[in-house]
């Protein structure tokens, strides 16, 4: 009994000091520095770019070897930088019915409970929520399977097709900007259904599938291959595209869009579509285009 009081009280304590870490964004103008730090990722002054992404670089270990372009000096503006593209060859498709969509680190993957999905030990929060309000949208992936994957900043951050799909809707959901850093994600409770967000709505041979693109702090905009660029401007009302009437498909591995300054990707998959390895667990790191999952509708 003194050990699960032990425990208990270790969990608390730490949860505490989450919370305590993560109060002075709740007093910070997140808008405001997203702002600064988008005009700054976009100028293109070469006295600038010439000290931010060197510095970047070292600052956070990015691996430049893998980079089409691997000079610093060959990048117009910190943007451009960070949505470079990688060399041909050096990440394969895995021979696999899902891919992983991204470079990052998994930080939850598992079964959407009671139409709720895991963020942190204690922190669940709502699918509909995450999707926007859409109730209807949501039912599709009660008892489903979902995957969240943070991307750091040393990560490559073009987002890709973890299958083929057909695209059929984009929402786009104001909110927050909250980091998405670890202590964040077990600080913040509902962070990825508070934050802005871009839901993109696929149909796929396997039934319906989501990709959210979380935004956090200091990103400044996100982008899809179909639309450009869809925040900013930011609006305080949700907006919605409709691609019924367009044969919008997408291959697995095809790049479906980017973060400036990176942030998160939440899968949804509806039930018994996908069945996630045993080593897909929390905190391991990902690259993308290898296997993530084997599909259970063949």
Same mark, same amino acid.
């Given at each position: 009994?003194?050990?699960d009081?032990?425990?208990?009280?270790?969990?608390?304590?730490?949860?505490?000091?989450?919370?305590?870490?993560?109060?002075?964004?709740?007093l910070?103008?997140?808008?405001l520095?997203t702002?600064?730090?988008?005009?700054?990722? +976009?100028?293109?002054?070469?006295?600038?770019?010439? +000290?931010v992404?060197?510095?970047?670089?070292?600052?956070?270990?990015?691996n430049?070897?893998?980079?089409? @372009?691997?000079?610093?000096?060959?990048?117009?503006?910190?943007n451009?930088f960070f949505?470079?593209?990688?060399?041909?060859?050096?990440r394969?498709?895995?021979? +696999?019915?899902?891919?992983?969509?991204?470079?990052?680190?998994?930080?939850?993957?598992?079964s959407?409970?009671g139409?709720?999905?895991?963020?942190?030990?204690?922190?669940?929060?709502?699918?509909?929520?995450?999707?926007?309000?859409?109730?209807?949208l949501?039912?599709?992936?009660? @008892?489903?399977?979902? +995957?969240?994957?943070y991307?750091?900043?040393?990560?490559?951050?073009?987002?890709?097709?973890?299958?083929?799909?057909?695209l059929?809707?984009?929402?786009?959901?104001?909110?927050?900007l909250?980091?998405?850093?670890?202590?964040?994600?077990?600080?913040?409770?509902?962070?990825?259904?508070?934050?802005?967000? /871009?839901?993109?709505?696929?149909?796929?041979?396997?039934?319906?599938?989501?990709?959210?693109?979380?935004?956090?702090?200091?990103?400044?905009?996100?982008a899809?291959?179909?639309?450009?660029v869809?925040?900013?401007p930011?609006?305080?009302?949700?907006?919605?595209?409709?691609? @019924?009437?367009?044969?919008?498909?997408?291959r697995?591995?095809?790049?479906?869009?980017?973060?400036?300054?990176?942030?998160?990707? /939440?899968?949804?998959?509806?039930?018994?579509?996908?069945?996630?390895?045993?080593?897909?667990?929390?905190?391991?790191?990902?690259?993308?285009?290898?296997?993530?999952? /084997?599909?259970?509708?063949?």
């Amino acid at each position: 009994m003194a050990a699960d009081w032990a425990q208990g009280a270790t969990v608390k304590v730490s949860d505490l000091i989450d919370r305590l870490a993560v109060l002075p964004q709740y007093l910070l103008p997140k808008q405001l520095l997203t702002v600064i730090a988008g005009a700054g990722a +976009a100028s293109r002054a070469k006295w600038w770019t010439r +000290a931010v992404i060197p510095w970047f670089i070292a600052r956070y270990g990015v691996n430049m070897a893998e980079a089409a @372009d691997p000079g610093p000096a060959g990048y117009a503006c910190f943007n451009d930088f960070f949505t470079r593209a990688l060399r041909e060859g050096v990440r394969p498709l895995a021979q +696999a019915d899902f891919v992983s969509p991204v470079d990052g680190a998994i930080v939850q993957c598992g079964s959407i409970e009671g139409g709720k999905l895991l963020q942190a030990k204690g922190h669940h929060y709502s699918a509909q929520a995450l999707l926007g309000g859409d109730a209807r949208l949501a039912a599709q992936f009660d @008892d489903g399977e979902f +995957a969240s994957l943070y991307l750091s900043p040393k990560d490559y951050h073009r987002i890709h097709m973890p299958c083929d799909g057909r695209l059929v809707r984009m929402i786009h959901v104001p909110g927050h900007l909250f980091s998405v850093n670890p202590t964040t994600v077990r600080g913040v409770p509902g962070l990825f259904a508070r934050n802005e967000r /871009v839901v993109c709505v696929f149909e796929s041979d396997r039934g319906p599938f989501v990709l959210v693109l979380v935004g956090a702090t200091i990103v400044g905009s996100v982008a899809t291959v179909w639309h450009g660029v869809v925040s900013p401007p930011r609006f305080a009302r949700v907006r919605e595209w409709h691609y @019924d009437d367009r044969a919008a498909v997408l291959r697995q591995g095809e790049e479906m869009g980017r973060f400036l300054l990176g942030s998160t990707v /939440v899968m949804l998959f509806t039930r018994h579509t996908l069945d996630f390895p045993s080593d897909w667990v929390r905190g391991r790191a990902v690259r993308m285009g290898e296997a993530m999952a /084997v599909s259970l509708k063949k």
